[in-house]
């Protein structure tokens, strides 16, 4: 309800200043009018949102446009389609499932948690900082949260951990999966906007860093409820915490060998995210879980992947076209640059609306409909691409993690062996959502955060 009202603010603003004589033309305001409209219906119908965006790209064009727009539609899907950048995305998701099924995810969350179940918080601790570490080679916060909360869960059987609090530190773990690199959000938001990977990927370290260690507090300061001590639980010699170190090197010798070759200019997003799966592959081997029929398996759950982003990312492509034919970005700059407001109220606003949609939209096809329109006006206001870049990021893992509409949030829910109501994942997630934004409102006062990591790199 929040979210709808807001949104309705912000067009009344829109109509407001248009009726004053300040921003667009009429046709501008029916094109807004329209889609509002048609998004509301084609939401609450349960189409598919791939299909929803593309039907929308039609309809307003043939509503609005006074030339044959519909010539440009082959041209304008097959550029992103053969974009060498966009290949990162199914290797990376191909790279997260040889992992799973090689069961070194598995491995990677017994280690961490040899070395974290005694601070206070215990297996929540190792929730985030696994989910982090993963992060880091999966590029997805839904593939994160799937497969951290498979290993994860039946760790929690029969303890006297806060249900909540689990159900919520894993959703914030998962969250991490888009901002931490590589995440695939990046990939995307390089390829609208024309900037760099690279860059974006040194940008999000500051960041990540950041909101893991505001996770990290939430589940300090809970600590005394959520997770009670459990005075049974074994006191492990130093010995048997360095042998578990030696189940982390797989993992780290694959973020040393996919991040390092991007940091160090030795491989493109794309060329580093093969490498990745060559990696996977071979690790896959040393376990002995290497065979065809767990290959194609990984294949065919990649193509799915790979197929419904595909749909989603055409159909916004159609309906980026066809509102940038219209002018609908250029007048909403110069709305936007006409308010008589400061540039951070400006991006507060902009803030706001995100969070609104996130909300009730998935986060994937949030940033792919709305930065082509968005991306415009924050370069007007005068930010950095880059910085915004995170900023969008974050926000898209916000909506991952946003009841009522959170993927990541019904991905665990669907996991648990207690069937336990989704309130449960809907509270738990609350206080770490709240730090995440928390995190969004440092970014903004702090730019540098972000931003000194590319500057000092070059």
């Not at 290949?87 to 997260?96: C, E, I, K, S, T």
């Not at 070759?261 to 990696?279: C, P, R």
Request: hydrophobic share 60%; with cysteine; glycine share 10%.
């Amino acid at each position: 309800m929040i979210a709808v009202v807001f949104l309705l603010v912000l067009l009344a603003i829109m109509v407001g200043m248009s009726i004053l004589g300040v921003g667009p033309q009429t046709m501008v305001i029916g094109e807004v009018l329209l889609l509002i409209g048609l998004f509301a219906a084609f939401f609450g119908a349960g189409i598919y949102i791939g299909a929803a965006l593309g039907v929308l790209g039609l309809i307003v064009g043939f509503a609005f446009s006074d030339r044959p727009f519909w010539l440009f539609l082959g041209q304008t899907i097959w550029s992103p389609s053969s974009s060498f950048v966009l290949v990162a995305v199914p290797l990376f998701l191909l790279m997260g499932e040889i992992l799973l099924r090689a069961g070194l995810s598995d491995k990677l969350y017994r280690a961490l948690n040899v070395w974290l179940n005694r601070l206070p918080g215990g297996l929540l601790h190792t929730n985030i900082m696994a989910s982090g570490v993963f992060s880091a080679i999966s590029g997805s916060s839904v593939a994160t949260a799937a497969t951290m909360g498979s290993v994860a869960l039946p760790f929690f059987k029969d303890t006297r951990y806060d249900k909540r609090m689990v159900m919520g530190s894993l959703a914030a773990g998962g969250a991490l999966g888009n901002l931490i690199p590589p995440g695939i959000t990046f990939i995307i938001y390089a390829l609208i906007t024309e900037t760099s990977v690279g860059q974006l990927y040194l940008a999000a370290v500051g960041p990540s860093i950041l909101v893991v260690v505001l996770f990290t507090l939430v589940i300090l300061a809970k600590a005394k409820t959520a997770a009670p001590p459990d005075p049974d639980a074994p006191v492990l010699p130093l010995s048997v915490k360095l042998r578990a170190l030696v189940d982390l090197v797989p993992t780290l010798l694959l973020i040393l060998l996919v991040l390092g070759t991007i940091y160090g200019g030795l491989a493109t997003a794309t060329e580093s995210a093969a490498l990745g799966v060559v990696g996977a592959m071979f690790f896959a081997a040393l376990e002995k879980k290497l065979s065809f029929k767990m290959l194609n398996a990984c294949a065919e759950a990649t193509a799915r992947n790979t197929a419904m982003i595909g749909l989603i990312l055409f159909g916004a492509y159609v309906l980026n076209f066809v509102f940038t034919s219209l002018g609908v970005p250029q007048a909403l700059a110069q709305v936007v640059g006409e308010l008589p407001l400061p540039a951070w109220a400006i991006m507060a606003l902009i803030i706001g609306f995100y969070l609104a949609l996130g909300t009730f939209m998935e986060g994937f096809s949030m940033i792919i409909t709305t930065i082509p329109v968005i991306f415009p006006v924050v370069i007007g206001l005068g930010y950095d691409p880059i910085w915004f870049g995170v900023i969008v990021t974050m926000l898209v893992e916000i909506a991952l993690i946003s009841p009522p509409d959170g993927t990541v949030l019904y991905v665990l829910q669907g996991m648990r062996k207690d069937k336990g109501p989704i309130t449960d994942v809907f509270a738990g997630v609350m206080p770490f959502m709240t730090v995440y934004i928390l995190a969004i409102v440092l970014l903004m006062a702090m730019p540098s955060i972000a931003l000194w990591l590319p500057k000092a790199v070059g």
